[in-house]
């Protein structure tokens, strides 16, 4: 992933980002960047990725595995 260019994260039929595609991206941050972001928001600010709004009623989070996830607001 080159972070200089902004890629987009494929959407979901039900709506949201395609997590695995998106949570692969999260892990290529990580591993370049030597740390893992303090939010989701700081990643998505970081990254330059362009991410389709979560559904209706939720919202992204960097859960307790440490992977990006949807949870209720």
Do not use: C
Not at 3 to 26: E, I
Not at 47 to 72: C, W
């Amino acid at each position: 992933m080159n972070s200089s260019s902004s890629l987009t994260v494929a959407a979901n039929p039900d709506g949201g980002a395609n997590l695995k595609q998106l949570n692969h991206a999260f892990v290529k941050w990580i591993a370049t960047n030597h740390r893992r972001p303090a939010s989701f928001e700081e990643f998505v600010a970081a990254s330059g990725l362009q991410i389709p709004a979560p559904p209706a009623g939720k919202k992204y989070v960097i859960d307790q595995n440490g992977l990006i996830n949807i949870t209720a607001q």
